[in-house]
C-alpha cells in the first residue's frame, strides 16, 4: 500500500512559478512509477508527467514540456513537480499517482492516487 500527499499548490499571477510536492507512505516507493496529472473544472483528468523509479526517464504532456519538470528524492519518499512560466489554462486540482509497471501517461494504470492540491493562475 502507498498514501501519497501532496502541497505546494496555491494562487499565482501567469508567468510565475509553483513547485509540487507528493510524499509517499510505504516501503516500496522506490520502485514506483511516479505521475502528476491535473482536472481542471469540467474537464477530464489529465497526464501531465511522470517519472521512473530510478529518474533516469521522464515523459511529459506537450501542454508542459520545457515548462515543467519532474522529479523525484528516493530517499525523502517525494516527487516534485516543478511549473515555470504558469498560464492560466493551467489551472487544475493536480495529483500525485504510483504505480509499479512502466512508464505511462495513461490514468488507469495508476494504482494509486493522492488528494490533489490546488493550482490557480490568474492572469
Known amino acids: 500500500q502507498v498514501q501519497l500527499v501532496e502541497s505546494g499548490g496555491g494562487l499565482v499571477l501567469a508567468g510565475g512559478s509553483l513547485r509540487l510536492s507528493c510524499v509517499a507512505s510505504g516501503r516500496t516507493f522506490r520502485s514506483y512509477v511516479m505521475g502528476w496529472f491535473r482536472q481542471a473544472p469540467g474537464k477530464e483528468r489529465e497526464f501531465v508527467a511522470a517519472?521512473?523509479?530510478?529518474?533516469?526517464?521522464?515523459y511529459y504532456a506537450d501542454s508542459v514540456k520545457g515548462r515543467f519538470t519532474i522529479s523525484r528524492d528516493n530517499a525523502k519518499k517525494t516527487v516534485y513537480l516543478q511549473m515555470n512560466s504558469l498560464k492560466p489554462e493551467d489551472t487544475a486540482v493536480y495529483y500525485c499517482?504510483?504505480?509499479?509497471?512502466?512508464?505511462?501517461?495513461?490514468?488507469?494504470?495508476?494504482?494509486?492516487w493522492g488528494q490533489g492540491t490546488q493550482v490557480t493562475v490568474s492572469s
Open positions: 499517482a504510483a504505480e509499479q509497471g512502466s512508464l505511462t501517461f495513461v490514468a488507469y494504470e495508476y494504482d494509486y
Open positions: 517519472i521512473t523509479w530510478s529518474g533516469s526517464s521522464t
